[in-house]
């Protein structure tokens, strides 16, 4: 069964490389435009929660995890989370989000499953996350743009992010997190926990945003990564 196949693992890693490479670059051009990050962040749990709440409800999914992994999971893939991100476009490019979060996952990754796993840190993952970092700041390096004197806060923002989703990665694999699961603490306890506070008391650019940007935001932040994205990451780290 191909699902159950390591080869359905490596597929899934591929389409999830293809895509956080669009993720970046969509979220690039929606933190620096009208749009604030916090209806970014809105667009990312609202949408998703409309979609995974009849799945939510049909699947009892707040059965599936205990309320303590629940809230941990729920944290880690929240507002803190994501705000941090989006507000790293805002100070540097979409390149150096490729750098500093994609580029050190990895390398999180190897030491947080040493340490929850027990995992050997095993000496070809460790040179294999250095050549990810050293191609990633060769790349970035040449470019005429790099410039960490102003965007080194925004690369600090890519640094946390690469830790959250390192954490996220790590405890998919040591709770064994199934789709139901992201649908519940990534989308719909998140959405809960938000969408009030974005309402009620955060900044807003929906009203002098073009609306095919706002269609864009909402379909590729509402949809791709916070489900399909989330779910081929915990599939393919099993």
């Not at 749990?45 to 059965?63: D, H, M, R």
């Not at 102003?150 to 199934?178: E, H, N």
Request: include cysteine; aromatic fraction near 16%.
């Amino acid at each position: 069964k191909f699902v159950a196949s390591v080869s359905s693992g490596y597929v899934a890693c591929l389409m999830v490389m293809l895509i956080w490479v669009f993720w970046l670059l969509v979220s690039r051009v929606g933190a620096t435009s009208s749009l604030t990050v916090y209806d970014l962040a809105a667009m990312r749990y609202g949408i998703s929660a409309v979609v995974s709440l009849p799945f939510v409800f049909y699947f009892k999914a707040w059965n599936s995890l205990p309320a303590k992994r629940a809230l941990i999971l729920s944290i880690v893939l929240g507002p803190v989370y994501i705000l941090t991100v989006f507000s790293g476009f805002n100070y540097a490019p979409a390149a150096h989000g490729g750098i500093f979060m994609n580029g050190l996952m990895p390398i999180f990754t190897i030491f947080l499953a040493w340490y929850l796993l027990s995992n050997a840190i095993q000496l070809r993952k460790v040179l294999g996350g250095a050549i990810i970092i050293l191609s990633a700041g060769f790349l970035a390096f040449s470019s005429s743009s790099f410039n960490l004197t102003q965007s080194w806060l925004g690369d600090i923002c890519f640094i946390l992010g690469g830790l959250f989703f390192a954490i996220f990665v790590t405890l998919s694999r040591l709770w064994q997190i199934k789709t139901i699961d992201i649908l519940f603490c990534g989308s719909v306890l998140n959405a809960v926990i938000f969408l009030p506070l974005w309402y009620l008391l955060l900044p807003t650019g929906l009203e002098t945003a073009k609306v095919s940007m706002i269609v864009l935001q909402g379909f590729y932040q509402g949809l791709i990564p916070n489900l399909i994205g989330l779910v081929l990451i915990a599939h393919a780290s099993r």
